[in-house]
Nanobody, 123 residues
Framework: QVQLEESGGGSVQPGGSLRLSCVAS????????MGWFRQAPGKEREGVAAIYTDRGSAYYAAFVQGRFAISQDKAKNTVYLQMTSLKPEDTGVYYC????????????????WGQGTQVTVSS
């Protein structure tokens, strides 16, 4: 069993930045891939970014457009999502997830979910 705990959400103005953190605890074996998802009010959850934990390969949704960066600190069992140039449409609850492959993760077939952290971008 793995527990994922997100932090770092908050309220920022358009153009601002936030760094989200996801700490994994529990099963000492690391998941093959970790990812970030988001869900805006009235919309379905969508993938934002993912990283393979063994080699650090990163993948992003098209709407990220170079504004976000996913990274990891394996010693701390933590995955980060650095978000810059935030837009109002980035508002939503951001979830951390752990899975077995990019293909499965991207369609929401994950092994574990965090509880989410709220990000609000508004002037």
């Amino acid at each position: 069993q793995v527990q994922l705990e997100e932090s770092g959400g908050g309220s920022v103005q358009p153009g601002g930045s936030l760094r989200l953190s996801c700490v994994a605890s529990g099963d000492s074996r690391s998941s093959a891939i970790m990812g970030w998802f988001r869900q805006a009010p009235g919309k379905e959850r969508e993938g934002v970014a993912a990283i393979y934990t063994d080699r650090g390969s990163a993948y992003y949704a098209a709407f990220v457009q170079g504004r976000f960066a996913i990274s990891q600190d394996k010693a701390k069992n933590t995955v980060y999502l650095q978000m810059t140039s935030l837009k109002p449409e980035d508002t939503g609850v951001y979830y951390c997830a752990a899975g077995d492959s990019l293909a499965q993760l991207w369609i929401g077939s994950v092994n574990y979910w965090g509880q989410g952290t709220q990000v609000t971008v508004s002037s």
